[in-house]
Each structure stands twice: as C-alpha cells, then as structure tokens.
C-alpha cells in the first residue's frame, strides 16, 4: 500500500554535506513519524535520528549537531540533512516511517529500500 523510494546518497569527501530524502507513496493520511538507520560494513543496524509529526526530533549522540531530521507532510518526504560527514559515517541508510492510512486508525511501518553513503577522501 505504502512504498517509500530513499535518494540523495553518494560519495563526499569528508567535511561534507549530503541530503538524503524519503519519498512516501500510496495511500497516506500523516507520516506518523519517520526514523533513519543506518548499517556500515561489518557493524549492527544503528538509530541515527527520529521525527514525529508534530515535529520533535531525537539523534544519536554521534550525529548531534551535525545531522537534521525534518518531514514535508504535503510532500510526503522525509529528510536527513547530514553535514560535516566523516568517514565513521559510510554505511547504507534506511529510513522507517509510521504511516497512518487513515486518520483515528492505528499506524502501519514500512521500510525504504536504502541508499549509500561513502565519506572518503
């Protein structure tokens, strides 16, 4: 019912910037909220940022103050705004967004398919 297409990833040398977006599709009343993860070669999944729809937001502590986690509810989109990126920071990042179909009904999760990030000089 829901897809949600990730985009933005690439190369950037370290001290860079990237834009990641999630594009939500389908039936969709709100974007609950949305979580970005991300998963580096040989390492766990890891939490790296949250937003809800009223807009607070929460980050893991190695990205704070360098990261920013925002949703365009007309645009359906999420964003993760990710600055001065270092090299600790390659790894595939998945966003995750509760979506609610219909208003006053309970949310349903769905997955992006992921998209690289490779900080390297």
């Known amino acids: 019912q829901v897809q949600l297409v990730e985009s933005g990833g690439g190369l950037v040398r370290p001290g860079g910037s990237l834009r990641l977006s999630c594009a939500a599709s389908?039936?969709?009343?709100?974007?609950?909220?949305m979580l970005w993860y991300r998963k580096a070669p040989g390492k766990q999944r890891e939490w790296v940022a949250a937003?809800?729809?009223?807009?607070?937001?929460n980050y893991d502590d190695s990205v704070k103050g360098r990261f920013a986690i925002s949703i365009d509810q007309n645009k359906k989109t999420g964003y993760l705004q990710m600055n001065s990126l270092q090299p600790d920071d390659t790894a595939v990042y998945y966003c995750?967004?509760?979506?609610?179909?219909?208003?006053?009904?309970?949310?349903?999760?769905?997955w992006g398919q992921g998209t690289q990030v490779t900080v390297s000089s």
């Open positions: 937003v809800v729809s009223g807009g607070a937001t």
């Open positions: 389908g039936r969709i009343a709100i974007i609950s909220s």
């Open positions: 995750k967004a509760a979506i609610r179909h219909t208003l006053g009904r309970p949310t349903n999760d769905y």
